[in-house]
């Protein structure tokens, strides 16, 4: 069965009904608020059954996947509360089109984060392994080493990554597979899953960065004229078709840049449809200064004065933005940002 939720009321549940699930949920929860915000990417969702639904799918409208080679816009976020069986659902080609060029996104780990039906032992016996893995990561990150190999593979990874290789072998296509740290500010950790906030663990201070030199540098927001420079430096870009994703996010979401002494972006970062904090870099000549810090920064307290969840995701052997991470307070999650590209072979 598939059914398209239609309608506030329909989404505005299924936000709800997300919210139980974080952070596992937080790719799709994050993309669903800004459904219920505007949708500026005209996206639609998709489940197996409601309002009891197992499986979750975010998408673009049809006609907005006209390039069959972007998968920058044929881009689909996922959330399974029994990744074991979701692979019929998500082989119809009404959810996703398996003959373009596309990503898919989600964020797992093994055990639910929350679940009505399990006895208060085992619950407390789950929460006992994320809180245990979320104290571990934060100890390596204090000595900027995060060991992702040791951490348990508890399941929904393996069932998951299993149904989309199957399902591309299927329709024969070739799948780059990514595992990322996901970060969540600490603010939107406490607000929407203080269970898993141990102030213990923040660093010491106010989480706010070192001050930059105001009189050589400018805070402000990215121009749709920015595009090509945050396009030049996106290590996932260089190409018209990201280009053109940059230009959407430019003009729809709110973003953050310093400009330098010639009056052009100096360092930058902004946002997806998803809600996430993405695509910041630095111009060589400013790197090392601080710059980027400021940035994330000012644009976690735009994001926050509107009430957005905010959250980004880092590569594991980008020791630099750990260390910044944890001085910001961003807090590394139980689970993994994942992504899967798949390209027609």
């Not at 060991?147 to 329709?171: M, R, V, Y």
Request: hydrophobic share 35%; charged share 20%; glycine share 6%.
């Amino acid at each position: 069965m598939i059914v398209p939720l239609q309608g506030a009321q329909m989404l505005q549940m299924l936000e709800k009904s997300l919210k139980k699930y974080l952070p596992e949920s937080l790719k799709v929860y994050g993309t669903i608020y800004h459904v219920n915000h505007g949708n500026p990417f005209n996206l639609k969702a998709l489940v197996d059954k409601w309002p009891d639904f197992n499986t979750v799918v975010v998408r673009p409208q049809e006609q907005e996947m006209k390039d069959d080679l972007d998968f920058y816009t044929n881009t689909y976020q996922i959330y399974s509360k029994d990744p074991e069986n979701c692979q019929e659902f998500l082989g119809s080609s009404e959810v996703i089109n398996w003959k373009q060029h596309l990503q898919i996104q989600n964020c797992v780990f093994g055990h639910k984060y929350q679940s009505n039906n399990s006895s208060k032992t085992q619950e407390q016996e789950e929460r006992n392994v994320m809180t245990g893995v979320l104290v571990a990561l934060i100890a390596n990150l204090i000595q900027v080493r995060v060991t992702w190999e040791k951490l348990p593979d508890l399941g929904s990874q393996s069932h998951l990554n299993k149904a989309i290789q199957n399902l591309a072998s299927i329709h024969s296509l070739q799948v780059k597979h990514s595992e990322n740290i996901l970060y969540v500010v600490s603010e939107t950790v406490r607000k929407l899953f203080p269970s898993l906030l141990d102030t213990k663990n923040l660093s010491p201070g106010s989480g706010k960065p070192k001050a930059i030199n105001q009189e050589m540098f400018k805070l402000s927001s990215l121009d749709v004229t920015h595009a090509a420079l945050v396009n030049k430096f996106w290590l996932f870009g260089g190409n018209e078709r990201s280009q053109r994703f940059i230009e959407r996010c430019i003009k729809n979401f709110p973003s953050s840049c310093v400009l330098g002494p010639e009056g052009t972006p100096a360092s930058w970062t902004l946002m997806d449809q998803t809600g996430e904090m993405r695509m910041g870099g630095t111009v060589p000549q400013y790197r090392a200064q601080g710059l980027v810090s400021f940035v994330i920064y000012s644009q976690d307290q735009i994001m926050k004065k509107r009430g957005f969840p905010v959250y980004s995701h880092t590569d594991k052997s980008n020791t630099v933005m750990q260390k910044m991470s944890y001085s910001l307070q961003h807090l590394p999650m139980p689970c993994a940002w994942n992504q899967w590209i798949c390209v027609p072979m």
